[in-house]
């Protein structure tokens, strides 16, 4: 055992890699329903394997905290600035209020139990579920007049305090929104979420209809049927009431033809129709007899995913933009999906979009490369990131969080963190505005948030591991029962701010209350027991708003308790 324990006291990093390899191992244990999550996982394991006496520079903790906090904000930033204009404004609201609840929450019940700057911020990071918070509150220690000692033994208790009470404020979330939440809204969630369904056009409740075929095909058909001789595309197009039915090509006299609008059609051609399958099933008796041309539907087709750049299309439904310019914009695209945040929303003719939404279409290739010119930009498959806005987004974003204001012998600054957090947010939403640069894409954001995190959490682990112990045994107790206080109190008020103030619908109001506290794991089982998407609506907004403002907060708390 001397051997391993001096291995890894000559050789630190061995003891990070090894955290995150049995903490996510330790994340995905299921005690029923119940996962302790790899955030949890990688603490523990760190605590265990910081028994060893191995001690980590904490710089390396600074840069994947950094890294973390850019790639939150990035995440983040077009829903953040979009909760600022005039229809986001009620989901910012709620946001904005369950963040002040959630401070005020957790500053009372440290002081009522007696917790300083070590266990209070800790409590306020883990009870509400904000990694973020617990880093900003970390690095905060450093702007205080303390001894290292005492640095060393307050970034302790918060671990401790924040290990305890993740776990409670994770499960507690969940508990909540999804069984007291709509008891306390009065509402069937299920019935509730299935009207707003109706009321924007989905069919949410009766998903995978067409899970063994594809949606949007291509079918060839004989125009043998009589009252299509001499009639425009347009026109042919045209008799197919509320059903998007186009003709790509068309073959005559053995001869393959584009078709447009304006193409005349004959008696005997063969066209290449693209629709819905369940439209031309439908309408395949009217149109004539379908045939097998492989040579007339083999054509260039693509299926891409498209950022929403056109300010004008802001606020519009899905079917609006599927009726600009009375279709001819959109001829021959489908809309498959949207996404916002990361998050895919109800599929309904009545959603609305916003900038920086990201919708996947199909259609034949120069039907998409019409398209794009009116929508946005095309997010193709590409691997590679800009790692050079990346970098300088991280360094002047903390550089400038590094500044220190003294007021009144207290110093405020952002602190790197949030710096970096501010840069994030801002390069995020210029790139939703302007997408030829600072790409950064999803699998390589995946990775940012969740190893920055999870790495700044290893190292944290491990440090505070000879004092976890101490700390729990003076603690532990009183913890469990602060973080229970700390998670519920802010969601109780936050539904009925929802529901008598802010006045929003049932699904928003759950939504946004988990979005605000990131508690993803609640908007999961929300939708679950809903079988909808539509809590999701509300979810992005305050998720953006939350991840922000209570990272924030972490620097908050210290300065009020050090008081």
């Not at 306390?184 to 009207?195: D, E, F, I, K, Y």
């Not at 990775?447 to 700390?471: S, Y």
């Amino acid at each position: 055992m001397d051997l391993i324990f001096d291995t890894f006291r000559m050789n630190p990093a061995l003891s990070i890699f090894l955290t995150l390899g049995l903490g996510y191992m330790l994340g995905k244990l299921r005690v029923g329903s119940f996962r302790l999550g790899e955030i949890t996982g990688v603490l523990l394991a760190g605590v265990v394997i910081g028994q060893t006496g191995v001690k980590i520079s904490p710089d390396v903790q600074t840069v994947f905290f950094l890294l973390f906090l850019f790639a939150v904000g990035y995440g983040v930033g077009p829903q953040f600035f979009q909760g600022l204009k005039k229809d986001g404004l009620p989901q910012f609201a709620l946001a904005l209020f369950i963040c002040v609840a959630c401070l005020i929450t957790a500053f009372i019940t440290a002081r009522i139990f007696g917790f300083g700057i070590g266990y209070g911020p800790g409590l306020y990071a883990g009870a509400c579920t904000m990694t973020s918070a617990l880093g900003v509150s970390d690095g905060a220690l450093a702007h205080l007049s303390l001894t290292r000692e005492e640095k060393a033994l307050y970034s302790s208790q918060m671990s401790v305090a924040f290990s305890i009470t993740y776990i409670c404020g994770m499960s507690s979330a969940v508990w909540f929104l999804t069984s007291i939440g709509p008891r306390l809204l009065g509402v069937n969630l299920q019935a509730s979420c299935r009207a707003l369904d109706e009321k924007l056009g989905s069919h949410e409740s009766e998903p995978g209809v067409h899970s063994a075929y594809h949606e949007v095909i291509t079918r060839a058909y004989h125009l043998d049927k009589p009252g299509y001789d001499g009639v425009s595309v347009a026109e042919f197009e045209s008799r197919f009431i509320n059903q998007r039915v186009f003709v790509e090509r068309y073959r005559r006299a053995g001869k393959i033809h584009e078709a447009g609008t304006g193409t005349v059609l004959a008696t005997g051609d063969v066209i290449s129709v693209v629709s819905r399958l369940e439209y031309l099933i439908e309408d395949s008796p009217l149109i004539g007899t379908e045939c097998d041309d492989r040579e007339l539907q083999h054509f260039p087709a693509e299926t891409v995913d498209v950022i929403i750049t056109n300010k004008r299309l802001a606020g519009k439904t899905l079917e609006q933009i599927a009726a600009m310019n009375h279709g001819r914009v959109t001829r021959g695209v489908f809309i498959r999906s949207l996404t916002r945040g990361g998050h895919l929303l109800p599929f309904a003719n009545g959603t609305r979009i916003n900038r920086g939404d990201v919708i996947k279409i199909s259609g034949a290739k120069r039907d998409i490369e019409r398209t794009l010119k009116y929508i946005g930009y095309p997010d193709r498959q590409n691997d590679s990131s800009d790692v050079s806005m990346m970098g300088f987004a991280i360094f002047i974003g903390a550089f400038i969080g590094a500044l220190t204001l003294d007021l009144h012998d207290i110093p405020l600054s952002l602190t790197t963190s949030g710096g970096a957090l501010v840069s994030g947010l801002v390069l995020g939403w210029l790139r939703s505005v302007h997408p030829t640069f600072g790409k950064v894409p999803r699998p390589a954001l995946w990775v940012l948030t969740n190893l920055g995190i999870t790495a700044f959490i290893a190292v944290l682990g491990i440090n505070a591991g000879p004092d976890f112990v101490t700390g729990l045994k003076e603690a532990g107790i009183s913890l469990i029962f602060a973080g229970l206080i700390v998670s519920i109190i802010p969601l109780f008020l936050g539904v009925l701010f929802g529901r008598y103030i802010l006045k929003l619908h049932p699904a928003i109001i759950l939504g946004g209350c988990a979005g605000a506290r990131g508690a993803t794991a609640a908007l999961s089982q929300l939708q679950d027991i809903a079988k909808s998407k539509t809590p999701a609506l509300g979810y992005t907004i305050p998720y953006a708003v939350g991840n922000i403002i209570m990272a924030f907060w972490g620097l908050v708390i210290v300065l009020l308790l050090h008081r």
